[in-house]
């Protein structure tokens, strides 16, 4: 495993390899790596034929009072675990390498509607900091393809999106959720819960997949199923922010029969995201 500290020196490295008329996949991560992670990268390794993890808490894309400096950072963790995965090449710059002017004068990337709303809307500004991140790794890395996980939906949309707008010559992939034994979501943040919180926790994905059951059944009420899983979680001590049944491709009004249900609340300390898939019926 080849680790690189520098733009320039990972730049080399990648030459030779696109010189040799091989495939090379990005996978974009901000440390304190989990299983969830390491399935991306190991998808990245059946499609590519070199893999490049990077490693970089970006500051732009937490928002006031977030946890910027209190996010675990675990470094020798997780060169180890993707050592053990026999991963290819791991970028770990410092904020310099990625911001070397002054970080409030840096150009920005901003995909309009999807980044305003839902998560948009609890964390403006949110999306703008991850779009600018993700496309300055597309012009650092040059990738083929990029892997994502589907946990972080909107971000998904959002990086398909500036994708397609930028024209730029990256196929995105997304890669199913995780979870653990009991249905909660793989997160980084879940280590904000208490051991009380956690056995809570997966009653959030429970409640979306009720939904998701229930439409697949044909309910169509979509306003009572929205109002009654929202109600479900505040009263088992979740602090929803938006638990709602969109259009999968544009995250408006469902005007057909591709659904997501997307969901976020704060459990303790942790906000957590979820969403499930599904498929409404005449």
Not at 3 to 18: G, N, P, Q, W
Not at 54 to 83: C, H, M, W
Not at 258 to 277: M, P, Y
């Amino acid at each position: 495993m080849q680790e690189f500290l520098t733009i320039v020196s990972l730049r080399e490295s990648l030459a030779k390899i696109r010189r040799a008329d091989k495939k090379i996949a990005l996978v974009p991560t901000m440390g304190n790596l989990h299983a969830g992670h390491l399935t991306l990268v190991k998808q990245a390794q059946e499609i590519a034929d070199a893999v490049v993890v990077s490693i970089f808490v970006n500051p732009t894309q937490f928002v006031e009072g977030e946890d910027f400096d209190s996010y675990p950072r675990t470094l020798e963790a997780d060169l180890e675990y993707l050592k053990q995965i026999n991963t290819d090449l791991v970028f770990i710059p410092d904020m310099k390498e990625i911001y070397p002017e002054n970080i409030q004068i840096t150009t920005e990337v901003i995909v309009p509607e999807l980044d305003s709303v839902y998560c948009g809307e609890y964390r403006p500004g949110h999306f703008k900091g991850v779009a600018t991140i993700v496309t300055t790794l597309f012009n650092i890395v040059q990738p083929d393809i990029a892997i994502f996980g589907e946990k972080d939906y909107q971000q998904l949309l959002v990086i398909r999106s500036l994708v397609k707008n930028l024209n730029l010559p990256i196929h995105i992939m997304g890669s199913p959720t995780l979870r653990e034994s009991d249905g909660l979501a793989m997160s980084s943040r879940n280590k904000y819960l208490s051991e009380t919180e956690r056995l809570q926790a997966p009653l959030l994905y429970k409640s979306i997949k009720k939904m998701a059951t229930s439409i697949e059944k044909g309910n169509k009420d979509y306003k009572s199923l929205q109002k009654e899983a929202f109600s479900s979680l505040k009263d088992a001590g979740f602090k929803p922010e938006y638990l709602n049944i969109c259009d999968s491709k544009t995250l408006k009004k469902p005007i057909n029969q591709e659904l997501v249900i997307l969901a976020a609340a704060w459990l303790g300390k942790a906000r957590l995201i979820d969403n499930v898939a599904v498929q409404s019926y005449d």
